[in-house]
């Protein structure tokens, strides 16, 4: 069973940067994809951006231009660079995976897996 293991969350103010990583473990030999979302108080978990190992990149417009999703094979992780944080990026952050061949930052249900997730808060 896939597992994923989110870090790098904390409390930054608004303009400045952070790093997650999600590492995962017992991905699809074949094909997977493997993004990340995230959920603010009260309102729905929304795709940030997302990596198909069959069809590439995808992000939601809303972080287009200042998040960076990236990958370590030698070290089963996935990144995302967050740069010019402003309070609205202020949630918790999940790692999510799935045997897909299209990734999608629209459909979480989508992904079965899902790591525990890693608060990211950006103060004013």
């Known amino acids: 069973q896939v597992q994923l293991e989110e870090s790098g969350g904390g409390l930054v103010q608004a303009g400045g940067s952070l790093r997650l990583s999600c590492v995962a473990s017992?991905?699809?030999?074949?094909?997977?994809?493997i993004g990340w979302f995230r959920q603010a108080p009260g309102k729905e978990r929304e795709g940030v951006a997302c990596?198909?190992?069959?069809?590439?990149?995808r992000y939601a417009d809303s972080v287009e231009g200042r998040f960076t999703i990236s990958r370590d094979n030698a070290k089963n992780t996935v990144y995302l660079q967050m740069d010019s944080l402003t309070p609205e990026d202020t949630a918790v952050y999940y790692c999510?995976?799935?045997?897909?061949?299209?990734?999608?930052?629209?459909?979480?249900?989508?992904?079965?897996?899902w790591g525990q997730g890693t608060q990211v808060t950006v103060s004013s």
């Open positions: 990596f198909s190992s069959e069809d590439g990149i």
């Open positions: 999510g995976a799935d045997r897909l061949v299209t990734c999608t930052v629209q459909e979480p249900t989508w992904y079965d897996y």
């Open positions: 017992k991905l699809p030999s074949d094909y997977y994809a």
